[in-house]
């Protein structure tokens, strides 16, 4: 199943972080988060269709935990490389801007992906246009995008493919 | 629990200050983003959580800023690198490519 719409998306998840924060289900904390979460909501709301692409079945909730998984995997082994890298002497870089290709079609899932990749080791997403993405990598290995991208992007994208869009 | 908060404390700790230093250390502020984006993302997360182990009344405050965290900062940190390279700040000489040079235009 896969919304159409991101509204109920964003109303169910402020409704989640102003359960998280107030920790209470008093009568007047929920009136006055449920009015809230409709003010911000419908602030916002032209910018909901970000969360559309969503999808929300039981595999798909399976993967989202895979991701994040996959993702503090990633960010521990980043800081770890940079600690080494810092820590030698010699400073071992050899940066540069990559460019890597997308197959995210979404807002949030290219949002997602760029994200994950400024967190992973050595690699910092600089620009995002169209279906290419700008990366600066602090070191550069190979010359083409195809070898880029399978070093850079395909680690994530199978997985968050299944996530969202 | 005291034991666990202190250390994911204590590794926290150590990863700023290892981001600190690469801030020193790097060439440019692409590269000086590169160490600090990842350690002050990993290092705020585990003082939180050694903290959430500390105090388990904040946990879920706790877990939520990490979320928080997770989310910005690497937005923020895009951001900025974006806005260095439009605002036309060089690589450092030791730099070995630019992919994103000639694309500017188009954007």
Redesign the interface.
């Known amino acids: 199943m896969k919304s159409r719409n991101g509204l109920p998306f964003l109303i169910a998840a402020l409704a989640a972080v102003w359960l998280l924060v107030t920790s209470s289900v008093r009568l007047d904390e929920l009136a006055v988060g449920a009015l809230a979460v409709l003010v911000v909501a419908l602030a916002v709301r032209k910018l909901s269709g970000v969360f559309a692409g969503i999808r929300f079945t039981p595999r798909s909730a399976a993967f989202a935990v895979v991701y994040v998984l996959i993702f503090l995997r990633e960010l521990v082994k980043a800081n770890l490389d940079v600690a080494l890298r810092v820590l030698n002497p010699a400073l071992p870089i050899r940066p540069g801007i990559v460019e890597v290709r997308t197959g995210m079609k979404s807002p949030l899932g290219k949002l997602l992906l760029a994200n994950s990749i400024t967190l992973t080791p050595g690699t910092l997403t600089l620009d995002v246009q169209e279906d290419r993405m700008y990366i600066h990598w602090i070191d550069v290995k190979g010359q083409d995008i195809e070898g880029a991208t399978k070093a850079i992007v395909t680690a994530f994208e199978g997985t968050l493919k299944e996530v969202v869009e | 629990m005291t034991i666990v908060g202190n250390f994911f404390i204590l590794l926290g700790s150590a990863?700023l200050v290892?981001?600190g230093?690469?801030l020193l250390?790097?060439?440019?502020v692409?590269?000086r983003?590169?160490?600090g984006?990842?350690?002050s993302?990993?290092?705020a997360m585990s003082v939180l959580l050694g903290s959430a182990f500390l105090a388990p009344g904040i946990a879920?405050?706790a877990?939520?800023v990490i979320a928080f965290i997770?989310?910005a900062?690497?937005?923020s940190?895009?951001t900025i690198?974006?806005s260095a390279?439009k605002a036309g700040v060089p690589?450092?000489p030791?730099?070995?490519?630019?992919?994103?040079?000639d694309?500017e235009s188009?954007?």
């Open positions: 990863f290892l981001g230093l690469g250390r790097m060439p440019d692409y590269n983003l590169q160490a984006t990842k350690a993302t990993l290092g879920t405050k877990v939520l997770a989310l900062n690497p937005i940190s895009s690198g974006r390279y690589l450092a030791v730099s070995v490519r630019d992919d994103l040079k694309k188009n954007a």
